[in-house]
């Protein structure tokens, strides 16, 4: 018996699969992959984040979406839906329905067993891509351990790791710094 070969798909057919579908799916190379379930931990630290950018940009011209807002990579022709994305200045949309950003300048991925390799990897090599990109978090949910990419210029980005040793992390594109008491309070680590 053979394989049938898997089907691509355009992002125009991604988009009308995704838009009518009641869970999430991502869009890289042609392939519709379903979103997992995440854990109380994961939920948890993506809440702490997000109540205190959102309460920090309150007052700002930038918006914190949590992670049902869609994000297109535009030279990969990927959509993803990062845990949590930060826009400043104007937000610029894919089309007219308004559910896939284009110029984050924040980005955050709370890093799952079954989405590490790949959040570290392509999804890391895509993003870098985008140029309003000015940040990157990595937040581990089993520890309290942050990597921080901040942009320096086109190809180089600094990486700084938050951990008990460092426990802030100053966002320079937000004029933010966020403890790292905040973004694990409440979460039961193992020690």
């Known amino acids: 018996m053979t394989a049938q070969p898997e089907r691509v798909w355009s992002p125009e057919e991604y988009l009308a699969f995704e838009r009518a579908s009641e869970s999430k799916h991502e869009y890289i190379n042609g392939m519709i992959i379903a979103m997992a379930g995440a854990s109380a931990a994961h ?45 400043c200045g104007s937000v610029i949309y894919d089309d007219d329905e308004q559910d896939a950003l ?20 392509k999804k890391s090599q895509r993003y870098r891509t985008i140029p309003s990109l000015r940040e ?3 937040v581990a949910q089993d520890s309290q ?19 008990r040793d460092q426990p802030t992390i100053h966002l320079p594109s937000l004029e933010c710094t966020l403890l790292l008491a905040d973004v694990y309070a409440k979460v039961p680590l193992a020690e």
């Not at 709370?110 to 990897?121: A, I």
């Not at 351990?145 to 951990?163: A, D, K, M, P």
Request: glycine share 2%.
């Open 43 to 87: 939920n948890i630290i993506t809440g702490n984040i997000f109540a205190r950018l959102h309460r920090h940009v309150q007052d700002r011209p930038c918006i914190v979406f949590p992670s049902d807002m869609r994000l297109k990579t535009a030279p990969h022709r990927t959509y993803t839906y990062p845990d949590i994305t930060v826009v």
């Open 145 to 163: 351990h942050i990597e921080h990419f901040v942009r320096y210029s086109e190809h180089q980005w600094l990486l700084s790791e938050i951990t």
């Open 102 to 121: 284009l110029n984050p300048i924040v980005l955050i991925e709370v890093l799952s067993p079954s989405t590490e390799v790949y959040d570290r990897g």
């Open 136 to 138: 990157y978090l990595l």
